[in-house]
């Protein structure tokens, strides 16, 4: 394909748009990975149909996206797939698709291949060494076949990173996963970050991470960011890890500066429906219905997305209530304090409660 330079948006908009969208395509997927907070498996009842996905697609060109990044479930189960990529790449700059690896065979590669130097990232779900990954994800092989797709597609020329969610029962495994990340796939990119307590994974006490573990993963994660800059990866953690402590320079490029959900970030699900994260899996923060309302009308709502654009530090509860830096930091990811104490503001991880600043 060709590279095309996105349109420019030609809607005014109240707000600047969102820099980077995530749409979960389908639920419908062919694993059913313990940790999974979609709980996915089958479509929804109410999924866009192609005519209602590729009016979604102008739409976000409209409203000035410049990254989406198709999700799921498993977008590559969706028949439409090559086609929503296609509209996307004529008007955004960067268009990702996560991939749990299991359908990246030879036609499939093909077909991606196509998208090289276009604009186009996969991103390949990893959870550890072959034994660790196919045992969360419930299939054998799962690991050979991801990392072969991922291989081949590099090979073709297309971006390859590598997303790994972490929990209890795998992140013994990350150290040996960082070499296999750094020696033999070597993406260019690799993120690591936390298992949150929504669908399946809500199932699994034996999941959730104590504190002492998660103190070892952030570590884990500063050491390996650090001795990625000296490699091919770029390395970085997720925006449920942190905040604000000895180690958020060596977590991630930018300090971090409070969850972006509703402000620089939008979800979007399967049917349409709007969130400002889709991490966020509680309904109580679906914002609206892009087929019924039209996702500029709701993005630009002067009452939207509330518990970020209209926040306030009496929304903090916890140990954040108090902290020196929760205007700032804002109570850590809003999805993982939703999983855990049910609203938003109240980070159940925070490194700086057990590490703070010295004086």
């Not at 748009?17 to 479509?43: K, Q, Y």
């Amino acid at each position: 394909m060709t590279p095309r330079k996105p349109r420019p948006h030609t809607t005014p908009a109240c707000r600047p748009p969102p820099e980077v969208v995530v749409w979960e395509t389908t639920l419908a997927c062919n694993m059913r990975c313990e940790h999974c907070g979609s709980t996915a498996g089958t479509c929804r009842q109410d999924e866009l149909t192609s005519a209602q996905a590729q009016k979604l697609c102008q739409e976000l060109i409209t409203l000035g996206v410049r990254r989406v990044d198709l999700s799921g479930g498993e977008t590559l189960l969706r028949p439409d797939w090559p086609a929503l990529v296609e509209t996307l790449l004529g008007g955004v700059a960067h268009v990702g698709l996560l991939t749990n690896g299991w359908t990246l065979n030879d036609t499939t590669v093909a077909a991606l291949a196509r998208y090289a130097n276009t604009g186009f990232h996969l991103f390949i779900s990893l959870d550890g060494t072959a034994s660790v990954h196919d045992a969360i994800r419930g299939r054998p092989d799962s690991f050979t076949r991801a990392t072969a797709g991922a291989k081949a597609l590099k090979a073709a020329g297309v971006p390859i990173a590598v997303i790994t969610s972490v929990s209890a029962a795998n992140f013994h495994a990350m150290p040996a996963l960082r070499e296999q990340i750094f020696n033999d796939l070597i993406p260019y990119a690799w993120q690591l970050q936390l298992v949150c307590p929504y669908g399946r994974a809500a199932t699994h006490d034996d999941y959730r991470m104590t504190k002492a573990q998660y103190g070892e993963l952030l570590r884990f994660v500063a050491a390996t960011r650090n001795q990625g800059l000296f490699t091919r990866t770029r390395v970085a953690a997720g925006d449920c890890m942190g905040y604000r402590s000895s180690l958020d320079a060596d977590l991630r490029p930018e300090p971090w500066q409070g969850c972006q959900a509703g402000l620089q970030v939008m979800g979007l699900q399967s049917n349409g429906n709007v969130k400002g994260c889709l991490s966020i899996i509680d309904d109580r923060f679906i914002e609206g219905n892009a087929v019924t309302e039209g996702l500029a009308k709701i993005w630009n709502k002067t009452d939207g997305f509330a518990y970020t654009r209209s926040f306030s530090q009496a929304q903090l509860g916890g140990a954040c209530a108090d902290c020196p830096e929760g205007g700032i930091c804002r109570g850590g990811c809003n999805s993982n304090a939703i999983a855990v104490h049910g609203q938003p503001g109240y980070a159940p991880y925070c490194y700086r409660t057990f590490d703070p600043p010295q004086r």
